[in-house]
């Protein structure tokens, strides 16, 4: 979806940047932006938000409602300027480009590891040491369970993927006799 990036990525640069001058606190702009970008996912809020019946300051109020967490006034405008501008339904994709960018200032990357079966918490940080001496990047694992992979991993950092899985080999194998 390049277009929702290309929208959100002006709003994920900008609430950056406020993040960093406002102390640094990405860690809680980060957290503050996935309970967002949860909240802006669930069907229920998306219709209601798009209800036109409703004013903006209702719309706003509605979702600012909806977090558990305390929301700040910077976050109240943020949200506001959102809703202002019909963009609320893109907070998800905000979110995801904001975590890019605090990733790369740390130096981090997300590592989406998908496996044909559950993973020990030894076995992910053994494959997290492997893929950190791979990458030169400082790994954050997020793993789940795929059982359509038969066995092997699939794992995703960034644009990379790495797919080792008996489903890919098995792909490759066909592809291979069909040539």
Known sequence: MAELSTIARPYAEALFQAAQQDGGNLESWSG???EFAALAKLEDVREALADPRLT???RVELFIGLVKSPVSDKARNFIELLVDNGRMLVLPEIAEQFDLLKNKLEG???AQITSAYE???AQVQDLIAALEKKFGLKLKPAVTVDADL???VRVVVGDQVLDTSVRAQLVRMRDTLAA
């Open 108 to 110: 981090t990357a997300l």
């Open 119 to 121: 993973m020990t918490e």
């Open 32 to 34: 503050l932006l996935n």
């Open 150 to 152: 038969i066995g092997g």
């Open 56 to 58: 903006d300051d209702k």
